[in-house]
């Protein structure tokens, strides 16, 4: 009878525990941002813009201004100079060489014309893809008078796959301070 016992036993622990391989559902990491609600920037300096309510905005005496998203670690850097006769054409050259120094790391760089003739607001706005310490830049100028460039940075190591969702959230601010930007004079 123990036999028996034993043998049954045997049998079901062979042919009763089978070690089905079942394979994970496809899973992404979920990370929700609030709704971005908009409110005007105005400040003594010589523009205004709308900026999400989420950021921490900064500005110094000389009118660069930082905004700050700290549940994200980002920030994005803006720097205004003014126009004369003779430095457009630099302002112009030193903003494109900026963004086109991260090409060792970018997979490719999109270039978007910005133009809204009724405020007088023209420029240039970069998707930086792949792993470049900025993934999304702008600049912005009235061709007389202002000129203003903005950047995206994040306290991580440039990793796109990461980042993505933050620098797409932070990507459509940046677009509406571009198109929300207004010329003060």
């Not at 105005?42 to 000389?62: E, G, L, Y």
């Not at 607001?121 to 702008?138: D, E, S």
Request: aromatic share 16%; glycine share 4%; with cysteine.
């Amino acid at each position: 009878m123990y036999k028996y016992l034993v043998l049954v036993g045997v049998v079901f622990s062979v042919f009763g525990c089978k070690n089905e391989i079942m394979p994970k559902p496809a899973a992404h990491l979920r990370l929700d941002y609030p709704v971005a609600q908009y409110f005007g920037f105005d400040s003594p300096c010589p523009f205004v813009f709308d900026f999400n309510s989420n950021t921490k905005v900064k500005v110094t005496d000389s009118c660069y201004v930082t905004i700050e998203y700290p549940k994200m670690k980002a920030t994005v850097y803006l720097t205004y100079k003014p126009v004369t006769a003779t430095n457009l054409e630099e302002l112009l050259k030193d903003a494109q060489k900026l963004t086109y120094k991260h090409v060792v790391k970018a997979d490719d760089i999109s270039e978007i014309p910005f133009l809204n003739r009724n405020h007088k607001v023209y420029g240039m706005f970069y998707q930086v893809g792949g792993n470049a310490a900025t993934n999304t830049q702008f600049y912005a100028t009235d061709s007389t008078k202002h000129f203003l460039s903005g950047s995206v940075y994040f306290y991580a190591k440039p990793n796109f796959d990461s980042i993505m969702p933050a620098a797409s959230y932070i990507k459509d601010d940046m677009k509406t301070l571009m198109e929300t930007l207004r010329w003060k004079n």
